[in-house]
C-alpha cells in the first residue's frame, strides 16, 4: 500500500544550499500533511505541516510546497546546516482519528 | 519542553511471551497513538486511542494486541504472545486536540522477539 511515496532514500546537499525533498502521495483524502525529522535511536520530529487546501507553510528555514494536481508535496530547507542531517519523512493524516500514513523516508546529508 | 517518554528503551522476549511497552503522553493530550517501524520499512500505524477507547486500527492490530489507559497518564500497549515478525522499534504518539495536526512521538522501545 503505497498511499505516501518518497522515491529517493538519501540526498546530499552542501552547507549553505537548499535542500529540496520530495514525497508523492496516491491518496486524494488526506486533510493534511506533516514532514518529520529522525535522528538514529530517537523519535520522529515534527517540523511543519500543511492543510490539503492550502499550497504553502513556511517556518523559518522549512517550507512546504503542496501541489494537489501533481499530487505532490517538497519540503524546502534554506540554507541547509549539517545539523540537518537526519533522515525525512512525510506523512499524510485525517482529520477523523488522526492516523498518519508515513512515506519510507529520504537520509539527508548535509556537508561542511 | 513536555515530551513523551516510553519505557522500557529496549526489550529482549522470547517467542511466545507477553510484552507491555509503556508510553507517557504530554500531559493534556487527548489523542494517544501506537506505530511500529520494522527494520528497513516504513513507519506503520497500529491504533488510535480517545476519551478511553479505540478509535481506529490498523490490520496489524489483531487480537494478540490491546491498548489501556489504566491511570490517566500512561498509555501501554500489550502483545500478548509475541512472535519473531513483531520485532521492531515500537513507537508511541499524542496529539493535544481535534484541530491540531501534528503527533509528538516518544523515543521508542526496541522489540526483538528471539
Known amino acids: 500500500d503505497q498511499q505516501v511515496k518518497q522515491n529517493s532514500p538519501s540526498l546530499s546537499v552542501q552547507e549553505g544550499r537548499i535542500s529540496i525533498l520530495n514525497c508523492d502521495y496516491t491518496?486524494?483524502?488526506?486533510?493534511?500533511f506533516l514532514w518529520y525529522k529522525k535522528y538514529p535511536a530517537e523519535g520522529p520530529t515534527f517540523l511543519i505541516s500543511i492543510s490539503s487546501i492550502k499550497d504553502k507553510n513556511e517556518d523559518g528555514r522549512f517550507t512546504v510546497f503542496l501541489n494537489k494536481s501533481a499530487k505532490h508535496l517538497s519540503l524546502h530547507i534554506v540554507p541547509s546546516q549539517p545539523g540537518d542531517s537526519a533522515v525525512y519523512f512525510c506523512a499524510g493524516g485525517y482529520n477523523q482519528g488522526g492516523k498518519l500514513i508515513f512515506g519510507q523516508g529520504t537520509e539527508l546529508s548535509v556537508k561542511p | 519542553e513536555p515530551e513523551v517518554t516510553q519505557t522500557p528503551s529496549h526489550q529482549v522476549t522470547q517467542m511466545g511471551q507477553e510484552v507491555i511497552l509503556r508510553c507517557v503522553p504530554i500531559?493534556?493530550?487527548?489523542?494517544f497513538y501506537w506505530y511500529r517501524q520494522i527494520l528497513g520499512q516504513k513507519v506503520e500505524f497500529l491504533v488510535s486511542f480517545y476519551n478511553n477507547e479505540i478509535s481506529e486500527k490498523s490490520e496489524i492490530f489483531d487480537d494478540q494486541f490491546s491498548v489501556e489507559r489504566p491511570d490517566g497518564s500512561n498509555f501501554t500497549l500489550k502483545i500478548r504472545s509475541t512472535k519473531l515478525e513483531d520485532s521492531a522499534m515500537y513507537f508511541c504518539?499524542?496529539?493535544?486536540?481535534?484541530?491540531?495536526?501534528?503527533?509528538?512521538f516518544g523515543p521508542g522501545t526496541r522489540l526483538t522477539v528471539t
Open positions: 500531559s493534556n493530550h487527548l489523542y
Open positions: 491518496n486524494s483524502m488526506f486533510d493534511y
Open positions: 504518539a499524542s496529539r493535544p486536540f481535534e484541530e491540531s495536526y501534528e503527533q509528538y
